[in-house]
C-alpha cells in the first residue's frame, strides 16, 4: 500500500511555548501508526530541532520544514540551505505552498532546484501543485497543474520521483472555510496520478503519495482521505488544535 501522510503545517503560527505544548498533546494519545502511516509536522526553522527531537521517540512520527533555499550555500541572509535541514536530521521539507509562490514569487525553476537539493541530501520534498479559483473558474486547473510538475518535477529519473511526495492544494480552497468536493479532490488526484503513469510508468504512479490539502478538517477528513488516490492531507489550521489534528491523524486509510 502506498505510504499514508498526515502533515502539518503550522506556517507562521505559535510560540516556541505553544509548540511544544500542541506536540506534547499529539504525542500523549500514544497513537499507533502503521508501517504505510506518516505523520509530519511541517513547523517554523527556530522549532525543527525541539519538533525532531520530541517526535524522534515515535514510531512513523517527524518533523518538516516548511522551506529551503535554492542555493547550497553562500551570502544569502536569512536563508536555510538543504545542508543545514541535514545536519539536524530533518527528513521532510515543503515545497512551493501556494502562500511561497504567491507572496514570494517562487516560481517553478527556482522549485526545481530545491527539489534537486532536497533528494541529493536525502530529504523527501513534499511538492505543492495547485490552482488558483480564476483557473478553476474557466475549466484550465487539469492543465495548469500539469505545467507545474512538468516544469519543477517530471526530469527526475524514475528512481528520484519515487522519493517525492505530491500534494494537491486548490488554492480557493486554503483559509477560505471552502473545500473542495471529494469528486473535485479524486479527479485531480487521479489526473496527477496518471500523468506521472503516463510520464514513467504504471507502478511508479501507483508508488507516489498524493495528500490533499484545502481546508482539511476533523470533520471531513475521513471522506477525503477515503477517496481512492487520495492518500492523506496537508493540513494548514486544523494541525493547531490537538483533538483536532489527532482525529486527521486517525484518518488515514
Not at 500523549?28 to 522549532?47: G, R, S, T, W
Not at 510538475?149 to 480557493?172: C, N, T
Request: glycine fraction near 8%; charged fraction near 20%; charge should be negative.
Amino acid at each position: 500500500m502506498r505510504q499514508q501522510i498526515a502533515a502539518a503545517n503550522w506556517k507562521m503560527n505559535l510560540t516556541y511555548q505553544q509548540g511544544e505544548a500542541l506536540l506534547d498533546a499529539i504525542l500523549k494519545e500514544n497513537i499507533a501508526l502503521a508501517d504505510h502511516q506518516h505523520a509530519v509536522f511541517a513547523v517554523p526553522f527556530p522549532y525543527l530541532i525541539m519538533a525532531h527531537n520530541k517526535l524522534k521517540g515515535a514510531k512513523n512520527f517527524a518533523a518538516a520544514a516548511q522551506n529551503c533555499s535554492d542555493k547550497k550555500s553562500g551570502a544569502y541572509t536569512g536563508e536555510i540551505s538543504v545542508e543545514m535541514l541535514q545536519s539536524i536530521n530533518i527528513k521532510y521539507c515543503v515545497l512551493g505552498h501556494s502562500e511561497r509562490r504567491e507572496y514570494f514569487s517562487e516560481f517553478n525553476q527556482a522549485l526545481a532546484h530545491k527539489t534537486t537539493l532536497c533528494l541529493e541530501a536525502g530529504i523527501t520534498p513534499i511538492f505543492c501543485c495547485g490552482e488558483s479559483l480564476s483557473i478553476r473558474e474557466v475549466g484550465a486547473q487539469e492543465g495548469f497543474v500539469e505545467a507545474q510538475l512538468k516544469e519543477s518535477l517530471f526530469h527526475f529519473s524514475e528512481d528520484e520521483i519515487r522519493r517525492i511526495v505530491i500534494a494537491y492544494e486548490p488554492i480557493w480552497a486554503i483559509g477560505t472555510g471552502k473545500t473542495a468536493s471529494t469528486e473535485q479532490a479524486q479527479e485531480m488526484h487521479a489526473h496527477i496520478r496518471s500523468l506521472l503513469r503516463s510520464k514513467y510508468s504504471e507502478a511508479t504512479a501507483d508508488t507516489i503519495p498524493i495528500l490533499y490539502g484545502g481546508s482539511v478538517k476533523a470533520g471531513n477528513a475521513k471522506e477525503l482521505f477515503s477517496c481512492p488516490d487520495v492518500d492523506g492531507g496537508l493540513v494548514g489550521g486544523a494541525s493547531l488544535v490537538a483533538a483536532d489534528f489527532v482525529q486527521i491523524i486517525n484518518s488515514l486509510k
